[in-house]
């Protein structure tokens, strides 16, 4: 069923390396960390992902060494780590704003970590020169940080936490401090030298499309807790819960009780009628739960679609809603429709813009049908 | 336009006022005395008027009088040479002192809870708030032949007779640095707040042990705030005159001694000022030499 689903084939990578067990942290009474256990593959990008205080950060701060577990176990690679001190983990960070020492040149930041390891000078030498062709800033070797530029710095913090070879690599909102358009160019050369160095990685940020485009997982996490696991694909397509698929993206909810509980499909009713779903659910008749489509997965035109159009013939009838247009956002690409249904709700339905002329010509305040394909809803419980 | 370009001027002339005043307050409660002194002491102490012009015309004859006596003797007589230089080896011993003792105590109100950085900062200037000549001279009540420690040591049968703690140099080290350890403290105590935490991580996390962290990062980035304690322990510390006075001995003689004898015991005023001309420049040489120093190395960094 899921591999029907564009962009879940997540690749399987490796077996378990670092694993999070019933992982909690306290903070004067207040848990910020609440009972974690997440495992994840030898070389793979992980990302964390939720909102600020959610707990993401004091999970990373608990894997560099920096906070102490208040109980759970963190295991690297079969040995626990839980009790080793930051400087003895293998595990380097590259930290938001990137932390470079300011009195050391590049060089020397990169050399930092190696030359606290003890390494002759000649192997230290030819590392830093290595780390320097990687992150393509040899030029660059004599500045000292605040001569560089945002994104140079950010290349030469990561240089600096992957000059140690560490088993584990920690990124803390590795692009929060760049501009837009440097951040989507850097984007993808982070990743690039990750795979090349292959590396196991785990990142935390705030910014979804970050988390989506990078990593091969994603945690949502909220409260201190992790709500769902997977790969971004999955996720956005197959939301565990309310909260992940209002937090992923943009979704329509339309709130409803169980009516017909089959084994292939179900009905669900709500202010704007009976809406199907051809496929089972774990639930009872009378449930509340809330029906989920996305923007884009919704058509919008004036007449009502005809029986063609429709996936099934079961559907019939039902996933067709009415209502007026009240708002258009045109962004270029795509054009969004706020549109205020009969029964009292209001979705948004996203167009991609294929052809330079619209012809649908839709306006303001016109009457129109929305309606959708039932396999591309959701049922979603609080 | 034009009010715009009357408001420019106004505001570029304000600004001259503001950095003009101090500017011109330190002109005369500086250069000028200065000027004066250094007058005084190229003139000699029998009957010619010390500050009197010292270029002189008469009969076609345009003559610059410079009597440089005073300076020749000094750098002739051993005794000028040895105060200096006993002045300059206390005044640094006092300044390591105060630093060694006083970075600790820095580091630790910087590291503590936010909450109690101001208490703690207080109880640093504490002591201001009594008479800076009634400190230095509980001291003496402390460190007395008939005073606490020795009457202790006395009373526990550790020592058989007073051990001679007073004029000598522990007494006079002890003054120095008891007076001087806030200059040291509190712009070391700015410079160590302000650190970025996070770079002590940065180093934790690349395999630096705290003691390492603390050696290759905090004490690197807090350069500027030695330097700022060190100016203002040194600076002082070489014309100081009231704790030698009290707590030093025949053995520790500094330069302010020897100035209080030229001035108000001797009456030499011109051999006074000549002293005094020549502290300035031990003093001002070298600090002209380190803010050269610094400028050129902000130059570097800024190319």
Redo the contacts between chains.
């Keep these: 069923m899921t591999t029907e689903l564009h962009g879940i084939v997540a690749p399987e990578r490796g077996q378990p390396f670092l694993l999070l067990q019933n992982l909690v942290k306290n903070f004067d009474g207040v848990r910020a960390v609440d009972d974690v256990s997440v495992s994840i593959n030898k070389g793979e990008i992980f990302a964390l992902l939720g909102s600020s205080g959610c707990g993401k950060s004091t999970l990373l701060r608990m894997l ?3 906070e102490t577990p208040t109980s759970g176990d963190i295991v690297l690679g079969g040995a626990s780590l839980v009790g080793t ?4 983990r293998p ?3 590259m ?1 938001q704003s990137y ?5 050391l040149s590049v060089w020397d930041n990169i050399a ?2 190696l030359r ?2 003890g390494l002759p000078r000649a192997e230290v030498a030819e590392r830093v020169e290595r780390m320097l062709g990687l992150v393509q800033m040899q030029p660059f070797a004599r500045r ?1 940080p ?2 560089l530029s945002g994104g140079q710095q950010q290349r030469v913090a990561l240089a ?2 992957l000059a ?1 070879r560490p088993q584990l690599l920690l990124l803390d909102e590795p692009l929060g401090a760049l501009d837009k358009k440097l951040r989507e160019q850097t984007q993808s050369e982070l990743v690039n030298i990750i795979e090349q160095v292959g590396v196991t990685c785990v990142m935390v940020t705030h910014d979804q499309d970050e988390a989506m485009s990078m990593a091969s997982r994603v945690a949502v996490m909220s409260e201190g807790r992790i709500r769902q696991v997977g790969s971004p694909g999955e996720v956005y397509e197959t939301p565990s819960c309310v909260f992940v698929a209002d937090f992923i993206g943009n979704i329509n909810l339309f709130p409803g009780q169980v009516e017909v509980d089959e084994p292939d499909h179900v009905v669900v009713a709500c202010a704007e009628g009976p809406l199907y779903v051809p496929h089972g659910i774990s639930g009872t008749p009378g449930m509340p739960v809330q029906v989920g489509v996305r923007p884009e997965k919704m058509a919008l035109q004036a007449a009502p679609p005809g029986r063609h159009e429709r996936a099934s013939d079961a559907e019939h009838g039902h996933n067709c809603v009415e209502g007026t247009i009240t708002a258009i956002s045109y962004f270029g690409d795509q054009t969004h429709y706020a549109v205020q249904l009969a029964g009292g709700l209001a979705v948004r339905v996203s167009r991609t813009n294929a052809a330079r002329f619209d012809a649908a010509g839709l306006a303001r305040g016109q009457q129109v049908f929305v309606w959708w394909d039932g396999r591309d809803a959701v049922v979603l419980t609080n | 336009m034009n009010f715009l370009r009357r408001l420019h001027a106004a505001a570029a002339s304000g600004r001259r006022t503001v950095i003009g005043i101090p500017y011109l307050w330190l002109l005369l409660t500086f250069l000028l005395p200065f000027l004066i002194v250094a007058r005084i002491s190229v003139s000699d102490s029998e009957g010619e008027d010390p500050l009197g012009s010292i270029v002189s015309y008469a009969d076609g004859l345009l003559s610059l009088k410079i009597r440089l006596a005073n300076y020749l003797f000094i750098f002739n007589d051993e005794l000028y040479l040895y105060t200096y230089a006993s002045s300059i080896k206390y005044a640094l011993i006092t300044t390591v002192l105060c630093l060694l003792a006083g970075y600790p105590f820095a580091y630790f109100i910087a590291r503590a809870r936010t909450a109690a950085r101001p208490a703690l900062l207080m109880l640093v200037m504490l002591p201001f708030w009594t008479s800076f000549l009634l400190r230095i001279y509980a001291w003496k009540g402390i460190l007395d032949n008939q005073g606490i420690v020795n009457h202790l040591l006395l009373r526990l049968g550790w020592i058989d007779a007073p051990l001679p703690l007073m004029h000598t140099e522990f007494s006079l080290l002890i003054g120095m640095v008891y007076a001087y350890l806030p200059f040291m403290i509190l712009p070391l105590y700015a410079n160590l707040a302000k650190q970025d935490l996070r770079l002590i991580e940065a180093a934790t996390d690349l395999g630096a042990t705290p003691w390492q962290a603390f050696w290759r990062v905090t004490v690197p980035l807090s350069r500027s705030g030695i330097i700022a304690g060190a100016m203002l322990v040194f600076i002082p510390a070489i014309g100081e005159y009231v704790i030698p006075e009290l707590l030093g001995g025949p053995r520790t003689l500094m330069i302010g001694h020897v100035l209080w004898d030229e001035f108000f015991t001797n009456n030499d005023w011109p051999m006074a000022s000549a002293v005094t001309v020549v502290v300035v420049l031990l003093i001002l040489v070298p600090m002209t030499m380190f803010n050269q120093y610094q400028a050129a190395q902000a130059q570097r960094s800024k190319a």
């Design positions: 560099a060494g920096f001190p930051a400087y003895r595990i380097n960070m930290f932390a470079l020492f300011p009195h930092f970590g606290r390891d000292k605040h001569q600096r936490s140690k």
